[in-house]
T-cell receptor, first 113, second 111 residues
């Protein structure tokens, strides 16, 4: 069975500073990997995904993530955070055979002025 | 517009009173699933369906039922709700390994 760990429950960052959210996964084969964002009171929106190919993936809203197979990681980054990036972020890993998604517990990002 | 809809969006009920949360998608997706979201636990899959009449348990299926009689609809049934089923529920759909689309969520309170 696959699993996802997001080690940071809560991160506070200043507006304009860089942001990195960590995600580690456990899965026996090459996984599908996703990052979703959930703004307060909203549903989930896909930021980016990795299926294969280039390990550096660009997403919406200026986010990118890098797949590192040797470290079983898929960390999310943004060079300069905006106040509107305050939200909860979820990493997810998908299974190749039946596409079942497993989510991490989420990281809440607070942006201070 | 491609979307997943859920109804109701908010629901307060009492222990033991059967309820159904509907989910519908207009993208002709084969794969649909239900999740519950609880603080500190992220999203946990309740049930999923890979096609009409094909359903299977996710990680937390106890106390829930589903059916998939039509491709577009995937209702979640709580036969006898209990307070520990108070949660935020999301329906989702996708085509194979492609992007998963989420509904807006249903916030359920069981008294």
């Amino acid at each position: 069975a696959q699993s996802v760990t997001q080690p940071d429950i809560h991160i506070t960052v200043s507006e304009g500073a860089s942001l990195e959210l960590r995600c580690n996964y456990s899965y026996g084969a090459t996984p599908y990997l996703f990052w979703y964002v959930q703004s307060p009171g909203q549903g989930l929106q896909l930021l980016l995904k990795y299926f294969s190919g280039d390990t550096l993936v660009q997403g919406i809203k200026g986010f990118e993530a890098e797949f590192k197979r040797s470290q079983s990681s898929f960390n999310l980054r943004k060079p300069s955070v905006h106040w509107s990036d305050a939200a909860e972020y979820f990493c997810a890993v998908g299974r190749v055979n039946d596409y079942k998604l497993s989510f991490g517990a989420g990281t809440t990002v607070t942006v201070r002025a | 517009e491609a979307q997943v809809t859920q109804n109701p969006r908010y629901l307060i009920t009492v222990t033991g009173k059967k309820l159904t949360v509907t989910c519908s998608q207009n993208m002709n997706h084969e794969y649909m699933s239900w999740y519950r979201q609880d603080p500190g636990l992220g999203l946990r899959q309740i049930y999923y369906s890979m096609n009409v009449e094909v359903t299977d348990k996710g990680d937390v299926p106890e106390g829930y039922k589903v059916s998939r009689k039509e491709k577009r609809n995937f209702p979640l049934i709580l036969e006898s709700p209990s307070p520990n089923q108070t949660s935020l529920y999301f329906c989702a759909s996708r085509y194979r390994a492609e992007t998963q689309y989420f509904g807006p969520g249903t916030r359920l309170l069981v008294l």
